[in-house]
């Protein structure tokens, strides 16, 4: 079956613009996260969604990010105001919900800040 | 604070002989550990876990052993062979939010030469 697909798969932007990351997750899976990787570093957690409302948000580094989720299938990523800082792989997963769930991760979106 | 470390960023093997990838971390509360694997512009793919409970899981080639008293994990893959060159990252999961978020090590590029 489809794994999870994320749009774009590179996404080069100038610094203060506005982005969109797009995550289809596997379909029937209740819960979809997203992660971000720097260079060099292992994924780092930004936000968990459980059908349509974010449960946690806490790897969210400050309030120009912001994702959601309207119908509990489809997610997207938002980053307003890009800095240099952003640019990294924004990877986003899906698993079936339950506690200690496999995450299947998609091949993520290169972001690239000008 | 980096909650999981993986203290190699390589390691090169060779063909037929053992890998052995190595994850300490430092939060007791963590009660469940991953390994993934990635491939260069793929997303990390599940491989293998381990359970608190346990200190020994074996699956084919992988097997993870966990220390709980040393706070490390190990991948052992044996026979290494040429397919399994890329990023491993360790990663663990606290029952605390639902047992939902991984935090990941910076992961190690094992290399199998032939």
């Known amino acids: 079956g489809a794994g999870v697909s994320q749009t774009p798969s590179n996404k080069v932007t100038e610094k203060g613009k506005y982005v969109e990351l797009r995550c289809d997750p596997i379909s029937g899976h209740t819960a979809l996260y997203w992660y971000r990787q720097s260079l060099g570093q292992g994924p780092e957690f930004l936000i968990y969604f459980q059908g349509t409302g974010a449960a946690d948000d806490s790897g969210l580094p400050n309030d120009r990010f912001f994702a959601v989720r309207p119908e509990g299938s489809v997610s997207t990523l938002k980053i307003q105001r890009t800095e240099r800082g952003d640019s990294a792989v924004y990877l986003c997963?899906?698993?079936?919900?339950?506690?200690?769930?496999?995450?299947?991760f998609g091949p993520g979106t290169r972001l690239l800040v000008l | 604070d980096q909650q999981v470390k993986q203290n190699s960023p390589s390691l090169s093997v060779q063909e037929g002989r053992i890998s052995i990838l190595n994850c300490d971390y430092t939060n007791s509360m963590f009660d469940y550990f991953l390994w993934y694997k990635k491939y260069p512009a793929e997303g990390p793919t599940f491989l293998i876990s381990i359970s608190s409970i346990k200190d020994k899981n074996e699956d084919g080639r992988f097997t993870v052993f966990l220390n709980k008293s040393a706070k490390h994990l190990s991948l052992h893959i044996v026979p290494s062979q040429p397919g399994d060159s890329a990023v491993y990252f360790c990663?663990?999961?606290?029952?605390?939010?639902?047992?939902?978020?991984?935090?990941f090590g910076q992961g190690t590029r094992l290399t199998i030469n032939p």
């Open positions: 990663a663990a999961i606290t029952e605390i939010q639902g047992a939902q978020k991984l935090v």
């Open positions: 997963a899906s698993s079936l919900g339950t506690p200690r769930g496999t995450q299947y």
